[in-house]
């Protein structure tokens, strides 16, 4: 539910009209929103650092489909300019150093291009801190998710607000727009009490932005 009437809808709003725009899906897991931007007209490459998850999204795009292992901590295996957009949704939470993996996302973009990204809200890993937790610290958490009857410990980074836009800042993004969307339309139907567990918390899960990279390419590369 979080993903397909939460996480996904909020980042193709952000999108907007893809028809002919070159996407690196950066992080795609098994492929589900690189096969929605491709439905709506982009051409669409994604890279993941788990070969798994190629292998699921590749079923699910098609043998065709332009699909790379590689890890957002390496640079990327693209030549400078290759991109109209970056979307890089749920993943930078997962690193603790965003530096070379935001540069290299600058990088690939052609001028005037965007990196929409999403990342956990700062507030899901401060409320569920121990007390007294640093709110301003860049530190690591988990919790534990239960997949098909078997429980799996997600390890993700917490930055304050401040630690986040300045990350964007400073390898060259303009900030253009931050959002907390609402669920979907038909998610509280469908999903009455994960809906319900959402709209408790008072604000949202994720973080949404839109992040523009100017008139100037990135540093030459590949």
């Not at 990196?115 to 988990?142: C, K, M, N």
């Not at 969307?181 to 973080?207: D, I, K, T, Y």
């Amino acid at each position: 539910m979080v993903n397909g009437h939460y996480e996904r809808p909020a980042i193709l709003d952000l999108a907007g009209d893809v028809r002919g725009r070159r996407i690196l899906d950066a992080g795609c897991g098994s492929g589900p929103l690189s096969r929605a931007l491709r439905d709506r007209g982009a051409t669409v490459t994604g890279v993941d650092s788990s070969s798994a998850m190629l292998d699921l999204a590749r079923r699910r795009l098609g043998d065709d489909a332009d699909l790379r292992l590689a890890d957002l901590r390496d640079p990327l295996p693209f030549r400078a300019a290759s991109f109209d957009d970056v979307i890089a949704s749920l993943v930078l939470h997962y690193l603790e150093d965003w530096s070379a993996p935001l540069a290299e996302m600058r990088r690939v973009l052609a001028p005037g291009g965007r990196l929409i990204a999403a990342v956990e809200h700062p507030f899901q890993s401060r409320l569920q801190a121990p007390p007294g937790t640093d709110y301003l610290a860049v530190r690591p958490w988990s919790f534990q998710w239960t997949v098909g009857g078997h429980a799996v410990t997600m390890r993700f980074w917490h930055r304050p607000l401040h630690a986040i836009t300045d990350a964007f800042t400073a390898a060259g993004f303009r900030i253009a727009g931050i959002g907390e969307p609402p669920l979907a339309p038909g998610a509280r139907e469908a999903f009455p009490e994960q809906a319900a567990h959402m709209s408790s918390n008072a604000f949202p899960w994720f973080l949404f932005f839109v992040l523009e990279a100017g008139s100037s390419p990135g540093p030459p590369g590949r």
